[in-house]
């Protein structure tokens, strides 16, 4: 692929004339614990054809990030284009006990889009936060979705035969087939037969795989090693997906010119297996790039980058921004979005790109604990305090979350040092307090906004 330096392109046009044109469908796909060297424009093992003619056809960032290290915070982060303990959401999310949810008042892209004449649908994995017996939570459509088919959390009992999705309220009952497949099905029924024909569409579609429980087709798993082998199993449910998006991209060019839809893809976190980070420290649940490093694909045939790598930092909470920017609509008013918008980089003139905060991750059982990335350098830090070691986040935690301080500051180059290895910060003390300074910028200005849902009874 070729390196994005050039200044510009001449077949790209301004941002604005993009407003111009008739509005494109925007499809956003999104895999579940998807590691960073899984797929295979990735030098992954997994044969993706499907996913690696996005990267051929558009833009594949190098180093592109999650919005945080597991799945709730991280789905809240790109639904809103910021920090996801602005929008309410600490950690993963388990609705049977606790409060939080993807708060109401955040507008989100599908809600920016529905605004445009959109029509949407949310389809696969949610963990947003969904209703209980004993809490009141808002659905996908209080989020500006017009349709919805979900599960709270994971597919159960596996992504065979799942029996707990949910079309729009109601519970669907055990379904036959993969998750994936399901989860495509519903997709192609959308666009077929339920959406608005007379209007653009957003389809945010997320998977389930490769998150465990896993399952995938013997006749797939095979073709990775023994059938009980569980890295054969979860290459398995990669390549299954990967043939889902197949069958869904089909469809899109059917109904569409390829040139008149934007896709992006992407992975909420990074892998839970170590062997799939692609030697990147850590994994799944920790601030390490491992576990928040993730493949990123911009594709919008004739107007972004064709074959392109983008080396440029980027992320989840850039996708909201960067669609506004691409589309030329307006950003949503009176909030502080900590994503940037990615336009100019996708367009061919890096030059012009300037983000305006360092992407920056807080996930309280990790440790680190909280992570910032500015241009080269890796700036990671462990709380000052202490809490219980209770695996699932506890509500009654947040005053310390929110009031605490941080210590143990380590400092990497990620261009000489991408493992992380080598701790630099002793050795560049400016450094060090220049990038110590924004972080405890950027986290006071979270932290404020953060909601107390201790408080809730």
Known sequence: MNKLVVASLAMFGACTQFAEAAKPNVVMLLA??????????YDGPVRTPAIDGLA????????????????SPSRATLMTGRHHIRAGVYSWIHDASQNSHLLEREVTLAEVLK????????????????????????????????????TWNNAEPSHKNPHNFIRNGKPVGKLEGYSCQLVADEAVDWLDNHRDKEAPFFLNVWFHEPHAPIAAPDGIVEGYGKLKDKAAIYSGTIDNTDRAIARL????????????????????????RDDRTGGLRGRKGLNWEGGI??????????????????????GLVDVLPTVCGLLGLEKPAGVHLDGSDLTSILTGNNGKFSRHQP?????????????????QYSLVADPD?????????QEAWIPKVKTGGYRNFQLFDLASDPQQTTNIADKHPELLARLKAKLLKINASIMADGHDWHLKK
């Not at 190098?62 to 290290?69: K, L, V, W």
């Not at 980058?305 to 440029?312: I, L, S």
Request: glycine letters at 12%; aromatic letters at 12%.
């Open 32 to 41: 579940d614990d998807l590691g960073y060297q899984d797929v295979g424009c």
């Open 56 to 71: 051929a056809k558009g833009v594949r960032f190098t180093d592109f990030y999650s919005g945080c290290a597991v799945c």
């Open 249 to 272: 991209l089909k469809k899109l060019a059917e109904i569409d010119d390829p040139g008149n839809t934007l896709i992006i893809y992407a992975s909420d976190n990074g892998s839970y």
């Open 385 to 393: 305090y202490e809490l219980s070691t209770n695996n699932m986040f």
């Open 293 to 314: 490093r993730v493949p990123g694909i911009f594709c919008w045939p004739g107007t972004i980058g064709h074959g392109v790598e983008a080396t440029n930092p980027a």
């Open 359 to 375: 992407l920056f991750w807080h996930l309280q059982k990790s440790r680190p604990v909280v992570a910032m990335r500015d241009g």
């Open 115 to 150: 605004k445009n004449g959109y029509s949407t649908a949310h389809i696969g994995k949610w963990h947003l936060g969904l209703p209980t017996k004993e809490r009141k939570k808002p659905t996908p459509d209080k989020h500006g979705f017009d349709h919805w088919f979900a």
